[in-house]
């Protein structure tokens, strides 16, 4: 073989070794590109997971700060609700306060209405013996319908007449006036007590009134939310 052939032999080796190294980067190239996408694939597929994650949270805390800002406000307006009910309670309560001391300026209607809070009282307690405590000013009323009153028990309990006995000495409180309106005050009626004082029944007109209004107060809450609804 001549140094011709063995040139032309080297030439075809070259390109060989050439076209193998050409192949063989194109391959490695093809390959890290083909890599190169797959990560950034990841990459862009983990930043959107991250996105959706942080926006799902944020809207998360956005619907817990409706709900709790929805749920004050609903409270808020409830308290409002009750207040205005209170209100409205407190101001039947004081004119329904105000329609008994016109009862105690009519004699002769105040005079039943305490005969029947006696009988009421006596037919409650049943004792034999009791001490009357009434307002220093209803005293002479009282006096006028204590025996009657204490007949009229007798035959309902069937029972003999009772000793009932006006306390003198201490009187319930006069009814409320401006100039004295937040101490202690009665409207009108009677307290009865028993001789060694254990039982004690309280039949005020601000007691009844008190009693009929706990007794009415679902009702009456009742129809004023019907009201405040409508």
């Given at each position: 073989?001549?140094?011709?052939?063995?040139?032309?032999?080297?030439?075809?080796?070259?390109?060989?070794?050439?076209?193998?190294?050409?192949e063989k980067a194109s391959e490695i190239s093809v390959a890290a590109e083909e890599e190169f996408n797959i990560e950034k694939?990841?990459?862009?597929?983990?930043?959107?997971?991250?996105?959706?994650?942080?926006?799902?949270?944020k809207e998360k805390q956005a619907d817990v700060r409706r709900k709790i800002e929805y749920s004050t406000e609903l409270n808020a307006a409830r308290i409002e609700v009750l207040q205005a009910q209170d209100a409205a309670v407190s101001r039947m309560k004081e004119s329904a306060g105000e329609a008994l001391l016109r009862?105690?300026?009519?004699?002769?209607?105040?005079?039943k209405v305490l005969r029947g809070l006696i009988v009421q009282s006596l037919l409650r307690m049943r004792e034999p013996s009791l001490l009357l405590r009434c307002r220093e000013a209803d005293r002479g009323m009282v006096e006028a319908v204590l025996e009657a009153a204490k007949k009229e028990y007798a035959e309902k309990a069937k029972v003999n007449h009772p000793k009932v006995i006006i306390d003198g000495k201490v009187y319930l409180p006069p009814q409320k006036t401006a100039?004295?309106?937040?101490?202690?005050?009665?409207?009108?009626?009677?307290?009865?007590?028993?001789?060694?004082?254990?039982?004690?029944?309280v039949n005020t007109l601000d007691a009844r009134l008190s009693v009929s209004f706990r007794?009415?107060?679902?009702?009456?809450?009742?129809?004023?939310?019907?009201?405040?609804?409508?």
């Open positions: 073989m001549n140094d011709a052939d063995v040139g032309k032999q080297v030439q075809q080796m070259v390109r060989f070794i050439l076209q193998e190294a050409e694939l990841q990459l862009v597929e983990s930043e959107k997971k991250r996105v959706r994650q942080d926006y799902e949270r009862v105690t300026k009519d004699a002769a209607a105040y005079k100039r004295d309106a937040h101490g202690p005050a009665c409207s009108g009626g009677v307290v009865l007590a028993s001789q060694d004082g254990k039982i004690v029944c007794q009415k107060l679902p009702e009456i809450r009742k129809k004023l939310y019907s009201q405040q609804v409508s």
